[in-house]
């Protein structure tokens, strides 16, 4: 089974759902055999994220960057994932979406993509905001304040990568953020 699934792994194949936990077992046993075996961490943290546990591919990515490759890459894995499952579809999680971009944050990622991960961060506290301050009374204005206020604090730190993006209008966040911002501080202010 483990020269099967290796050749598989050495041809790059595809693997089926049920053959991650195997594929992982085998790059574990190549490990203790080979460790310097190519992008080995890498392979066993994309199949991890593939199968939605991101928890267990953190420490392979982590293990890949010690062994020299590049963090922005591991974290990007974690990040591409999280972008498409909980951003992109109709039904969107933007609390799993911050936690993972939280995750994807701790590598010692380039400046630019942190650039990119704060402002999707931001988005994503704003869109939680926009949610709960709806009814616009003070106890959703005490609770999307804050996130506001964050989100503001994202927005401002991902210019650069607002900048360098098509389709994006750094300024229209900024701007509709602080507009929020001051909704919520007068709705508060009148309820007092």
């Known amino acids: ?80 994932h999280a972008y498409s499952t909980y951003v992109q579809p109709t039904e969107k999680n933007y609390g799993r979406f911050i936690e993972m971009i939280q995750l994807a944050k701790d590598f010692d990622v380039s400046a630019p993509m942190l650039e990119q991960y704060d402002f999707w961060h931001g988005y994503s506290l704003y869109s939680i905001g926009m949610a709960i301050q709806a009814p616009e009374n003070v106890e959703t204005a005490t609770r999307s304040l804050p996130l506001f206020r964050e989100a503001l604090g994202l927005f401002q730190r991902g210019k650069g990568y607002a900048d360098r993006t098509n389709g994006i209008d750094i300024q229209q966040f900024v701007e509709g953020t602080g507009v929020y911002i001051e909704i919520q501080e007068a709705i508060i202010k009148r309820g007092q």
Request: proline share 5%; no cysteine; charged share 15%.
């Open 1 to 80: 089974m483990l020269n099967t699934l290796t050749e598989q792994l050495r041809a790059g194949t595809d693997l089926k759902a049920g053959q991650v936990a195997e594929a992982v077992a085998a790059l574990q046993s190549i490990e203790e055999i080979n460790p310097d075996w190519p992008n080995l961490h890498l392979r066993m943290a994309n199949w991890l994220i593939e199968t939605g546990d991101i928890e267990s591919a953190v420490p392979a990515l982590q293990q890949a960057v010690a062994n020299g490759s590049v963090p922005d890459q591991a974290a990007n894995m974690i990040f591409s």
